[in-house]
């Protein structure tokens, strides 16, 4: 089409491709339209034989005028052969892309984004050195399909997720012409987790939990007393309790769901809190550093797992266990949701938005009980069996 200053502002890409539009006033000129909006203006020439194609500027900075007049030159400076070769532009390879996604995209945007960052160099260490551009999608079902042959298919689906992401984003960024693995679905359906840890499985937790100490063993003991977020417990700063009123305020910018939440400490979970020790001038409570919260628990659990005697459970169960368990208790299915800050559930929808009661002092009562529970269990062999019924969808929803 013949371009205008009208038509270029306001030509789109089509869905998740860019579109080439080529000029009719100058042939060899035209504009290239990214899905997001990018609008770059470009010209084709022979040079030695061989067709390059020059890149002018993006719109708006450059006008569709000064592009055209630009192109003109460059036309010219080509057929007298004059033309100044600028050295062509190198593709990223994989591993140079993944920084550059990771400080760009994820780190603003995602507060899992250095779990991002290892599944992305870690699980695609075979494409590491390959040009990005140059990456097929069998290439990344090849990747996938190993994990899923080595018996992790929920790590193939976070590993797809986390890839997905980074070419969509390169896409945007005209780094990339064509994505990958866009529509490609999970190629392992995943089920919903029912796992509930037994009651002999959690006395075993709690012990090995004591044998391991400070800072893994404390943590995952309060994991199992408050039913809270594995991000959210790690990452407890000093400043969010008050252990004279025996509170955690976690506060809304660690909240998963963006809303500020008391969680209410039984005398087990204060007891634990006042025997770990402090870095000075730190806020973390659970640290190494006193920089930074603990990361990587893959070997404390495995540790704990040989404890337990079963590895099939992952951190984010001891929620499922402790609103199973509370549920067995009797407790109101309404109070259980507060306790986990649940933002969807029996209270949800306008009933949510009238109902501001925080229900502290039966989320108190709540997981008072539970840590009593918990604690009988170590000192009882006659404790209950965790065998009692269950609601079901209170335990999926965990």
């Known amino acids: 089409m013949k371009l205008t200053p009208k038509t270029v502002e306001h030509l789109k890409a089509g869905d998740n491709r860019r579109r080439e539009v080529w000029d009719l006033t100058l042939p060899a000129f035209g504009l290239r339209v990214y899905p997001s909006g990018r609008k770059s203006f ?4 022979r040079v030695r034989g061989e067709q390059k194609r020059k ?39 994989f591993d140079e892309t993944v920084p550059m996604f990771i400080k760009l995209y994820a780190k603003p945007r995602n507060r899992g984004w250095k779990e991002t960052e290892r599944i992305l160099l870690d699980k695609f260490q075979a494409l590491s050195n ?35 992401k980074l070419f969509a984003w390169a896409l945007d960024r005209g780094m990339v012409d064509v994505h990958p693995v ?31 100490g400070y800072p893994f063993g404390d943590l995952f003991k309060v994991l199992a007393l408050t039913g809270q977020r594995r991000g959210e417990v790690s990452g407890m700063r000093w400043s969010e309790i008050d252990l004279e009123r025996a509170i955690w305020t976690i506060p809304s910018a660690r909240s998963k769901n963006k809303q500020s939440h008391d969680v209410p400490l039984a005398p087990q979970v204060v007891a634990i809190l006042k025997s770990v020790p402090r870095f000075l001038g730190s806020d973390f409570v659970f640290t190494t550093t006193g920089r930074t919260p603990i990361s990587g628990f893959g070997r404390a659990k495995d540790r704990i797992d040989d404890a337990v005697g079963a590895s099939d459970w992952r951190t984010h169960d001891l929620r499922r266990t402790v609103a199973s368990g509370m549920a067995r208790m009797s407790i109101p299915p309404h109070v ?6 649940h933002k969807s559930g029996v209270i949800s929808g306008v009933a ?47």
């Open 130 to 164: 390959k040009p990005l551009d140059q990456i097929r999608r069998a290439d990344v079902v090849r990747i996938l399909d190993d994990l899923i042959a080595s018996g992790t298919p929920y790590r193939a689906n976070r590993a797809l997720s986390a890839i997905k």
């Open 182 to 212: 866009a529509g490609l679905s999970p190629l392992h359906t995943e089920a919903a987790r029912e796992r509930v840890l037994t009651d002999t499985e959690l006395e075993a937790l709690m012990d090995a939990a004591d044998t391991e």
């Open 336 to 341: 259980v949701e507060k306790v986990l800050n």
């Open 42 to 45: 470009f010209v084709m020439v």
């Open 352 to 398: 949510a938005i009238y109902n501001r009661y925080g229900y502290e002092k039966e989320k108190r009562k709540a997981l008072e009980t539970w840590a009593d529970y918990v604690e009988a269990l170590a000192h009882a062999s006659e404790a209950p069996v965790n065998d009692g019924p269950v609601d079901q969808g209170l335990i999926e929803s965990a």
């Open 55 to 93: 890149t002018i500027g993006t719109y708006p900075v450059v006008s569709l005028r000064e592009a055209r007049e630009r192109a003109r030159e460059i036309i010219r400076d080509a057929q007298f052969g004059i033309l100044d070769e600028e050295p062509e532009e190198q593709t990223l390879t």
